[in-house]
């Protein structure tokens, strides 16, 4: 008989209640939204401020610190457990949920502000997450063994960051975008909080209180989903000072086109990729210096370059036979290759037959083929991180050297020698390290100003004798001028960008920073 109740006791302790089961599902949401809101104060500053590593490494610091701040302060709270639960759980959804879209319309209309409001914000949602767990636990308490309760809350906790560090970049960023991410996971939040309002209903000691607080933030995260595009248009619209013709945000990074008086405009995370205005003179002094004097270049591949321009500027060769692009984006080849208005710029350039898309990471395409080419075009935009600037190292050209044809040329986009001096003269450096001959040249374009380039290869560079009709902006006579360098441009020391030690990256935040300021 003794042995009978003892049995029944260990089922009822073995047994968890619905409210313990509710609690630990709570937990799961708690955790993954928390991780959204981390990843997506992230992502905004690396967009905004640039360099992934370093935004990405404040920002888990600061929310970090911020749940130690909150679990050390959970011991303040000793009555009420539910209600106070309650109450965290709205303000997270509403301070969380609303992060991406407030920092998006800061960055537009208050700049200065941005940086402060971006940790701040993180501060607040970090120690209200580190508040939650602490409580959910001590609910939890009365009905499960502390053994049990720490294994099955840090279980589920772990769970949903893992549900939310797979589904931020392959589902939520591709096809929700940053802000309608924000407040979906505001509303899971308020969801848990009207869930524990009727979990704990007979414990509440204002009811109707908290129902009115709960239906409150639902209907403002609701709303501001209804509003996520207009938010998204208020804030870019101001930001870039002309209409916005096409955006898409990718896992790697958002994409704006705007069209005003001088044509379209395209910018990467902010940043200016071309005008149409002047956007020949850029490419044209990108592709034909190296093209013309190959001679009879067959075989082009372009890194980079995913709106075309490139692509449109080798087709005038009669001798190429085929072009491969690698682009890391789709978004950015489906969009310059489908959208009529935008494959007009480039002249269809994607859609000919000799034209090849790899959508890969230049890196390791160059890594895992051996095919060689006579040119190769690198156009990758400016080393603004360390994911950038791993591009702009001797390791990826000494990959470059191994992919070109014996008698075969690179040409390097290589950011301002007038603005970015050091970082110009690094990028030659680095290209010489690994034995290439490096023949610098810069040419202006008035959306960026003066802007340089590295033809680079085995055999010596020389003036090509002709070069396709046709061309707006190069032409023989004024051909020389661009490897002219004044004073101002002229070579200075530098080291040699390396992987395990990008230089290159800090000296050109640091000379295009003080431009900013």
């Given at each position: 008989?003794?042995h009978?109740?003892?049995?029944?006791?260990?089922?009822?302790?073995?047994?968890?209640?619905?409210?313990?089961v509710?609690?630990?599902?709570?937990?799961?949401?708690?955790?993954?939204?928390?991780l959204?809101?981390?990843?997506?104060?992230?992502?905004?500053?690396s967009?905004?401020?640039?360099?992934?590593?370093?935004?990405?490494?404040?920002?888990?610091?600061?929310?970090?610190?911020?749940?130690?701040?909150?679990?050390?302060l959970s011991?303040?709270?000793?009555r009420?457990?539910?209600?106070?639960?309650?109450?965290?759980?709205?303000?997270?959804?509403?301070?969380?949920?609303?992060?991406?879209?407030?920092?998006?319309?800061?960055n537009?209309?208050?700049?200065?502000?941005?940086?402060?409001?971006?940790?701040?914000?993180?501060?607040?949602?970090?120690?209200?997450?580190?508040?939650?767990?602490p409580?959910?636990?001590?609910?939890?308490?009365?009905?499960?063994?502390?053994?049990?309760?720490?294994?099955?809350?840090?279980?589920?906790?772990y769970?949903?960051?893992?549900?939310?560090?797979?589904?931020?970049?392959l589902?939520?960023?591709?096809?929700?975008g940053?802000?309608?991410?924000g407040?979906?996971?505001?509303?899971?939040?308020?969801?848990?909080?009207?869930?524990?309002?009727?979990?704990?209903?007979?414990?509440l000691?204002?009811f109707?209180?908290?129902?009115?607080?709960?239906?409150?933030?639902?209907?403002?995260?609701?709303?501001?989903?209804w509003?996520?595009?207009?938010?998204?248009?208020?804030?870019?619209?101001h930001f870039?000072?002309?209409?916005?013709?096409?955006?898409?945000?990718?896992p790697?990074?958002?994409?704006?086109?705007?069209?005003?008086?001088?044509?379209?405009?395209?910018?990467l995370?902010?940043?200016?990729?071309?005008?149409?205005?002047?956007?020949?003179?850029?490419?044209?002094?990108?592709?034909?210096p190296?093209?013309?004097?190959?001679?009879?270049?067959?075989?082009?591949?372009?890194?980079?370059?995913?709106?075309?321009?490139?692509?449109?500027?080798?087709?005038?060769?009669?001798?190429?036979?085929?072009?491969?692009?690698?682009?890391?984006?789709?978004?950015?080849?489906?969009?310059?290759?489908?959208?009529?208005?935008?494959?007009?710029?480039?002249?269809?350039?994607?859609?000919?037959?000799?034209?090849?898309?790899?959508?890969e990471?230049?890196?390791?395409?160059?890594?895992?083929g051996?095919?060689?080419?006579?040119?190769i075009?690198?156009?990758?935009?400016?080393?603004?991180?360390?994911?950038?600037?791993?591009?702009?190292?001797n390791?990826?050209?000494?990959l470059?050297?191994?992919r070109?044809a014996?008698?075969?040329?690179?040409?390097?986009?290589?950011?301002?020698?007038?603005?970015?001096?050091?970082?110009?003269?690094t990028?030659?450096?680095?290209v010489?390290?690994?034995?290439?001959?490096?023949?610098?040249?810069?040419?202006?374009v008035?959306?960026?100003?003066?802007?340089?380039?590295?033809?680079?290869?085995?055999?010596?560079?020389?003036?090509?004798?002709?070069?396709?009709?046709?061309?707006?902006?190069?032409?023989?006579?004024?051909?020389?001028?661009?490897?002219?360098?004044?004073?101002?441009?002229?070579?200075?020391p530098?080291?040699?960008?390396?992987?395990?030690?990008?230089?290159?990256?800090?000296?050109?935040?640091?000379?295009?920073?003080?431009?900013?300021?």
């Open positions: 008989m003794t009978n109740i003892q049995a029944a006791g260990a089922d009822a302790v073995a047994a968890p209640r619905p409210i313990a509710a609690l630990l599902a709570s937990v799961f949401v708690i955790a993954a939204c928390g959204l809101y981390e990843l997506a104060a992230g992502a905004l500053a967009y905004l401020l640039g360099d992934s590593v370093l935004q990405f490494s404040t920002i888990i610091g600061t929310y970090l610190f911020a749940m130690g701040v909150g679990s050390w011991r303040y709270l000793e009420q457990l539910p209600a106070h639960f309650l109450r965290i759980e709205l303000l997270v959804a509403l301070v969380g949920g609303a992060l991406p879209g407030v920092l998006f319309l800061a537009a209309w208050l700049p200065d502000a941005f940086r402060l409001l971006l940790y701040g914000m993180v501060f607040v949602v970090g120690a209200l997450v580190g508040l939650e767990i409580l959910v636990m001590r609910i939890l308490q009365r009905d499960v063994a502390l053994k049990t309760l720490v294994s099955q809350v840090l279980t589920f906790d769970l949903g960051a893992l549900a939310v560090s797979l589904a931020f970049p589902l939520l960023v591709p096809y929700l940053l802000i309608r991410s407040l979906l996971f505001g509303l899971m939040n308020a969801a848990v909080a009207l869930w524990a309002l009727w979990l704990f209903r007979h414990e000691r204002r109707n209180e908290h129902a009115a607080a709960c239906a409150m933030v639902v209907l403002l995260l609701a709303a501001g989903m509003g996520a595009d207009r938010i998204t248009t208020l804030a870019e619209d870039y000072q002309s209409p916005i013709a096409f955006a898409a945000t990718s790697y990074q958002r994409i704006v086109i705007t069209h005003g008086r001088q044509g379209y405009r395209l910018y995370n902010g940043n200016l990729q071309f005008a149409q205005s002047d956007e020949y003179r850029y490419h044209e002094a990108l592709v034909h190296a093209m013309a004097a190959h001679g009879a270049p067959k075989k082009v591949a372009v890194l980079g370059g995913g709106d075309g321009m490139a692509v449109r500027e080798i087709l005038r060769y009669p001798s190429v036979e085929s072009v491969t692009l690698v682009e890391l984006d789709p978004a950015m080849t489906r969009l310059f290759g489908q959208t009529p208005q935008l494959a007009r710029l480039n002249g269809q350039s994607l859609a000919d037959p000799r034209v090849r898309v790899v959508n990471d230049a890196f390791q395409w160059l890594q895992q051996t095919d060689t080419f006579d040119v075009v690198v156009d990758f935009p400016d080393p603004t991180n360390f994911a950038i600037g791993k591009l702009y190292t390791s990826f050209y000494a470059l050297d191994r070109l014996a008698s075969g040329y690179a040409v390097v986009q290589t950011t301002s020698p007038l603005i970015a001096r050091h970082s110009f003269w990028v030659v450096q680095t010489e390290s690994v034995g290439l001959a490096a023949v610098p040249y810069h040419v202006h008035p959306s960026f100003g003066e802007w340089g380039f590295i033809i680079a290869g085995r055999r010596p560079w020389r003036m090509p004798a002709a070069l396709p009709a046709g061309l707006r902006f190069l032409d023989l006579p004024s051909l020389p001028l661009l490897f002219d360098f004044p004073r101002d441009m002229a070579r200075v530098a080291e040699v960008n390396r992987l395990s030690n990008q230089v290159l990256v800090r000296s050109y935040e640091q000379e295009w920073g003080r431009v900013a300021h």
